[in-house]
């Protein structure tokens, strides 16, 4: 049998939508590519598969029966991790899971699921440090405006916890690495696609956007933050394990005063 | 708010309350209500680092730094010539909101020096949690101080607003702090404590009862102990700690390397280092007491009264026990199972849940993320490489310690070099 390229549309659903269609043709040689990053394979024919709510939602039940509570959320980590490759592994995760009697996702001396456990790990604590370093600033328009660049795609995984907390005022999180925001307007949150000016610059306060206020409370913070540093317990090291470099763009303590 | 008289304020107050260790933001469970602003439902969250690599989770401020008190060891002792300043409690609402909203803290902690009398000071902490509480809805953190020797009501007042309270013991022991704080008694920082931990006791019983009872301190309550600032030994200090957990059911307390401050010849001196290893190992001990089932008798004793600085606690119990290893990972009960040094409470879970499919063997461990250049040395699995030599304590240290580096290496040789 020739190989298939499975080509789906980056979407969770599509993706387990692509899960069905692999066993409803008991297919054997797979693999499962994002419409976005595909690789023209040697040997292998492409098929484009159409997301299907329906059986996308079988899969997905079927998924959650088979793994504890905990193992079909990383399995959904795992794959928002966006990672080359992933769905492949996610793919023989699943299969092997149904393969099997016994709850398998607890099992780590099995190297996929040990590894699927460790992506679904750093995916958590990408949510995690979005949570910490989200800084919203306060637009003319009475929009708390926040602008991040994840590592992974964990928009989807925040909004909960965004709403819940912020449940009395306007804001925005924008992803501008993947071209899309949040925006909870102090009903509901949707999913929003933003056109920006030519060559706007995400990191810096422009007073054309931003309250007169803003410009005060950032002053404040960044005071805050130098004054509540010990200077005899300096320790640079640990400083930027906790903050990696990557993430200080977009802190509003760490912009150049 | 005048901008630039509360951004002087914030930062003498803000400098003055650095040296308070606590910033747990977790362990609270004040869900947001009727549209509010904040929650507080889920884990703590480190919204940023200082260049020490101390989280900043709270807008750490004192009230005042105003204080009647002359406490040796205390930044904002009534002698020391500082810029004194006081928030009116506006101005701490305003920050804390202004703050939160913009996604840069979890909430608020406030601290202050005591003006005029305990009871005075202990009213305006009251009155700033009360006013975010009751006036913005704001569901956010809040930690306040007790303020030593305040009265039952206002301790009952102030748990119905916050979420957690603490009050810093600061010195291990009673005779340390007769020299260091002569004006302070012991009892007085007892005091607030046992109300606190009675109404918790109390809100918990009423609690099944009544599902809508007002919640008292949600988060519990800490302490902490400044190390290095009074002469006392580990074994004095970890039994003051151990104490304070069992008799007032603490959630934490916290280990403060001193920071010399000041000239006064009853401290060590300005420049002098702050003992950060140290510091380190005594959370080590604590971590061992609270999550890995060991009795504080075992790590420190009349025998063994200061950890060692070179290994670990964990590390050092089992170079003192080798008796009770090898350990088969395989057939060995969780308790056991986290006396291994070089694994975690993480490890043994995982441990625990993958064994039930397979045996494991080094691999497996490694995989797992076993610190095996120690855990080698005190377990066997599935596999018949295992360390046969009987090797003593002395040597298995030296083996470990020739195959690792420690991040405090610069530190160690030279405290080493001190005193050897």
């Known amino acids: 049998m020739q190989a298939k390229n499975l080509i ?82 996610l793919l023989g995760y699943i299969q092997y899971a149904f393969s099997q009697q016994k709850t398998v996702d607890k099992d780590y001396s099995h190297p996929s699921i040990l590894k699927i456990a460790q992506i679904a790990k750093s995916v958590g604590r990408e949510k995690h440090r979005m949570e910490a370093f989200v800084r919203f600033r306060l637009t003319k328009d009475d929009i708390y405006f926040a ?53 706007f610059n995400f990191t810096k306060t422009d007073d054309a956007f931003f309250a007169t206020q803003e410009f005060e409370f950032q002053k404040l913070w960044q005071d805050y933050f130098k004054a509540t540093n010990i200077a005899s317990r300096k320790n640079m090291k640990l400083h930027i394990r906790h903050v990696p470099k990557r993430y200080w763009k977009y802190l509003s303590e760490k912009q150049p005063n | 708010m005048s901008f630039q008289r509360t951004q002087e304020k914030l930062k003498i107050l803000a400098d003055a309350a650095k ?29 940023s680092y200082t260049e020490d690599g101390r989280c900043v989770s709270l807008l750490k401020i004192l009230l005042t730094n105003h204080c009647i008190f002359d406490c040796a060891y205390c930044v904002t002792r009534k002698s020391n010539d500082v810029k004194r300043a006081a928030f009116k409690v506006q101005e701490v609402v305003d920050l804390t909101l202004n703050f939160y909203r913009r996604n840069y803290i979890e909430g608020l902690f406030l601290s202050s020096g005591i003006f005029k009398s305990a009871d005075y000071t202990m009213e305006r902490l009251v009155a700033v949690a009360k006013k975010l509480r009751l006036e913005e809805n704001f569901n956010g953190y809040i930690h306040l101080k007790s303020i030593p020797g305040a009265s039952d009501e206002l301790m009952r007042e102030a748990g119905l607003y916050a979420d957690r309270l603490s009050v810093n013991i600061e010195i291990p022991t009673e005779a340390g702090l007769k ?132 290994v670990d606690p964990k590390l050092s119990w089992a ?17 056991m199972l986290a006396r291994i040094p070089g694994l975690g409470m993480k490890s043994v879970f995982k441990i625990i849940n993958a064994r039930r499919f397979r045996k494991l063997n080094w691999e497996h461990l490694k995989k797992i993320g076993v ?32 195959n690792s580096t420690s991040k405090y290496q610069k530190m160690l040789s030279n405290q080493l070099s001190l005193f050897g």
């Not at chain 2, 007892?190 to 599902?211: R, W």
């Not at chain 2, 200090?237 to 000239?263: A, C, D, E, W």
């Open chain 2, 179 to 310: 020299k260091l704080a002569p004006d302070k008694k012991r009892e007085d920082f007892i005091k607030p404590m046992v109300k606190v931990k009675n109404e918790i006791i109390q809100y918990n019983a009423e609690k099944k009862i009544i599902k809508s009872t007002p919640k008292f301190a949600p988060a519990g309550q800490s302490t902490q102990m400044i190390i290095g600032a009074s002469g006392e030994n580990d074994f004095q200090i970890m039994q003051t700690s151990n104490h304070f957990y069992k008799s007032y059911n603490l959630k934490r307390v916290y280990y403060s390397g001193y920071v010399p401050i000041s000239y006064d010849n009853r401290l060590p001196q300005i420049g002098s280092a702050v003992p950060m290893l140290r510091e380190n190992r005594l959370y080590q001990t604590d971590w061992l007491m609270r999550f890995y089932g060991f009795d504080v008798s075992e790590i420190l004793n009349e025998q063994h009264q200061n950890l060692d600085l070179d």
């Open chain 1, 8 to 89: 789906y549309d980056g979407t969770f659903d599509g993706f387990l939508t692509t899960v069905f269609y692999v066993f409803e043709h008991k297919l054997k040689t797979v693999t499962i590519q994002n419409e976005f990053t595909v690789q023209q394979g040697l040997f292998s024919e492409n098929e484009a598969i159409f997301t299907d709510e329906v059986k996308a939602n079988r899969v997905w039940k079927g998924i959650k029966s088979k793994l504890s509570s905990n193992g079909s959320y990383q399995l959904y980590y795992a794959f928002l991790s966006e990672e080359v490759g992933v769905e492949d592994l």
């Open chain 2, 319 to 335: 170079l003192r026990n080798l008796h009770e290893f090898p350990v088969d990972v395989n057939t060995a009960d969780q308790r």
């Open chain 2, 19 to 47: 040296y308070d260790v606590s910033c747990s933001s977790s362990g609270s469970k004040r869900a947001n209500t009727n549209k509010g602003l904040g929650d507080a439902t889920g884990m703590g969250i480190c919204h």
């Open chain 1, 147 to 199: 602008s991040i660049e994840p590592d992974f795609n964990v928009l989807p995984l925040i909004e909960k916890h965004f709403k819940r907390r912020y449940a009395n005022q306007k804001w925005v999180i924008y992803d501008i690495k993947r071209g899309y925001g949040l925006f909870y307007d102090l009903e509901t949150v949707e999913l929003i696609n933003m056109d920006f000016p030519e060559n």
């Open chain 2, 371 to 402: 610190a095996l250049n120690r855990a080698q040395y005190f377990m066997v699995c599935d596999s018949n490489q295992f360390e046969k030599r009987d090797l003593t304590s002395e040597k298995i240290k030296g083996l470990i310690l020739q």
